[in-house]
């Protein structure tokens, strides 16, 4: 296995991950002795934590999906190292797009998990991303259907595109046009417009030109 090339390797991995029987393969990798010189912080974690790596193989057997970026979320989820996803991905050459929504995936479970409590600017954000079907998929099979935090992005998730992802009020252009001067604090302006328009409290142009006047005169002060 030594000799073996890391893109002849990774294309391997690739179809093993892919594949429905995708936790036989994994168990088949340790069985054969083939994990711990391929993925070695899984072996480790197969000896050391058992539990924890019985829930990586039922995550892998619970996980409905054909894509690699899911299906390594999956194989690292329970090791809660959201950086794994980019250490194995440059390791077995997997394509930069897979290793950023993988990582983004791990990154943003936790989110999922505490959905219920989230504030609803931060979820709305999770939610409208292009990655979302797929933190759903990955969410379901380690969380679980069940899980509160799953069943409320299923529930906002279901909401009409208008109330999921209003357009925003203002952009950009129309800060400069207003009169504020693009610099450090530019976006975290529009980030506040929308987050305030998104919990309801702004509610059209004017409202959200009248915020950015507070938002400004705040902003002095401090």
């Known amino acids: 296995i030594h ?6 390797i990774g294309s391997e991995l ?3 991950l892919v594949h429905a029987s995708r936790k036989l393969g994994v168990e088949l990798l340790r069985e054969t ?13 197969s000896q050391q934590d058992p539990p924890t790596w019985n829930r990586t193989l039922k995550n892998l057997e619970q996980l409905e999906a054909n894509s690699l970026a899911v299906s390594l979320a999956a194989l690292l989820a329970e090791c809660q190292q959201p950086e794994l996803a980019g250490k194995l991905g440059r390791r077995f050459r ?7 929504r993988a990582t983004w995936l791990l990154r943003s479970l936790p989110s999922v998990r ?15 991303h292009d990655g979302s ?8 099979a380690t969380l679980g259907s069940d899980n509160q935090g799953v069943e409320e992005c299923q529930r906002r998730f279901a909401l009409p ?13 129309d800060l400069i046009a207003h009169g504020v001067q693009p610099g450090p604090d530019f976006a975290s302006l529009l980030n506040h417009v ?3 328009q998104l919990q309801g409290q702004v509610n059209n142009r004017q409202e959200a030109m009248q915020e950015v006047d507070q938002w400004l005169r705040d902003h002095s002060d401090n």
């Open 114 to 128: 505490d959905a219920a409590t989230l504030p609803w600017p931060q979820l709305q954000r999770l939610l409208i």
């Open 3 to 8: 000799v073996v090339s890391a893109e002849r």
């Open 33 to 45: 002795e083939l994990l711990e010189p391929l993925i070695p912080e899984l072996a480790e974690l």
């Open 161 to 173: 595109i208008e109330k999921l992802n209003p357009p925003p009020l203002l952009t950009g252009e």
């Open 133 to 140: 079907t797929d933190l759903l998929t990955l969410a379901q």
């Open 194 to 196: 929308r987050d305030r």
């Open 14 to 16: 690739r179809r093993l």
């Open 94 to 100: 997997f394509t930069n797009k897979e290793i950023e």
